[in-house]
Nanobody
Framework: VQLQASGGGLVQAGGSLRLSCAAS????????MGWFRQVPDKEREFVAA????????YYGDSVKGRFTISRDNAKSTVYLQMNTLKPEDTAAYYC??????????????????????WGPGTQVTVSS
């Protein structure tokens, strides 16, 4: 599956952005989707994940209550709505996909090693 993220940009602290990740090449509804972020010289950090149906979502502690992940299987797209942005949210954001048969292990969805497919990052910069 090919992934392409978009929607990054420069925003002031307290503002909002919505990232999109369009998938192609496989049946999107078979894939669990995740968002991760990375700053230079640091490991890629889990942000959010959503299961195949969209019925279960998971968030990293640093974004819980501010970010919302959702998906539209008819459009083969996953979204990350980011509100109340902080300068520490500045990073390259990556979407990722993994196929599972049945419900995925929530702990596994939080690990970057679990995902088989990655798109190029989209930069989010939050100014103070």
């Amino acid at each position: 599956v090919q992934l392409q993220a978009s929607g990054g940009g420069l925003v002031q602290a307290g503002g909002s952005l919505r990232l999109s990740c369009a998938a192609s090449g496989r049946t999107f509804s078979n894939y669990n989707m995740g968002w991760f972020r990375q700053v230079p010289d640091k490991e890629r950090e889990f942000v959010a994940a959503i299961d195949q149906s969209g019925g279960s979502t998971y968030y990293g502690d640093s974004v819980k209550g501010r970010f919302t992940i959702s998906r539209d299987n008819a459009k083969s797209t996953v979204y990350l709505q980011m509100n109340t942005l902080k300068p520490e949210d500045t990073a390259a954001y990556y979407c990722a996909a993994v196929y599972t048969t049945g419900s995925p292990n929530p702990s596994s969805l939080r690990s970057r090693h679990f995902y088989a497919y990655w798109g190029p990052g989209t930069q989010v910069t939050v100014s103070s």
